[in-house]
């Protein structure tokens, strides 16, 4: 199993970010798949999910309106669009696929967004 | 919104100790959805526990997790080198799919 995310950086507030993740060594229609978030030195935060098919996907409070998930199956890409960004939305953000509504099996190695001036 | 308070915020313990950590729901675990992961600096979480007593795949058996409805455990029977990190407890049966604040296990 192999999740690598990708598409960070620095980037103004208000700006635009696309994150990616490329999944391999497994089925990754069988699997739902979510966002996480770990701001430096904090804790971890979910940001948002999608089912295998796309049929359920839920945002935190706190990106809602302004972040977009989507997933491309025949890519085993995974997807998050984020508009609006803030300083606080600073943080490595993770992959990780699962069950929907089940645990998070398996965590990719994260992807660094810096929201500066 | 289902808030998870963790206790202690870190557990200085020695190698071959035995390690009790708590994790409390603010309401009940939809059919004690619940997990643990842990987190060595540098590198994602992995999980641990699901279920809130079921072992991931690979984990050894001195890590075991127990309870319901809103108190949750986690036992790591004797310390290894290794197991010295971060844990944190997850709530995944209704959305958002809040993580508690986490427990730092060091080394005394």
């Known amino acids: 199993v192999q999740l690598v995310e990708s598409g960070g950086g620095l980037v103004q507030p208000g700006r635009s970010l696309r994150l990616s993740c490329a999944a391999s060594?497994?089925?990754?229609?069988?699997?739902?798949m979510y966002w996480v978030r770990q701001a430096p030195g904090k804790g971890l935060e979910w940001v948002s999910g999608i089912s295998w098919n796309s049929g359920n996907i839920d945002y935190a409070d706190s990106v809602k309106g302004r972040f977009t998930i989507s997933r491309d199956n025949a890519k085993n890409s995974l997807y998050l669009h984020m508009n609006s960004l803030r300083v606080e939305d600073m943080a490595l953000y993770y992959c990780?696929?699962?069950?929907?509504?089940?645990?998070?099996?398996?965590w990719g190695q994260g992807t660094l967004v810096t929201v500066s001036t | 919104e289902v808030v998870l308070t963790q206790s202690p915020g870190t557990l200085s313990l020695s190698p071959g100790e035995r390690a009790t950590l708590s994790c409390r729901a603010s309401q009940s675990v939809s059919s004690s959805y619940l997990a643990w992961y842990q987190q060595k600096p540098g590198q994602a979480p992995r999980l641990l526990i699901q279920g809130p007593s079921s072992r991931a795949t690979g984990i050894p058996d001195r890590f075991s997790g127990s309870g319901s409805g809103t108190d949750f455990t986690l036992t790591i029977s004797r310390l290894e080198p290794e197991d010295f990190a971060v844990y944190y407890c997850?709530?995944?049966?209704?959305?958002?799919?809040?993580f508690g604040p986490g427990t730092k296990v060091d080394i005394k």
């Open positions: 060594g497994f089925t990754f229609d069988d699997y739902a």
């Open positions: 997850q709530q995944y049966g209704s959305s958002p799919f809040t």
């Open positions: 990780a696929k699962g069950r929907w509504r089940g645990p998070f099996e398996y």
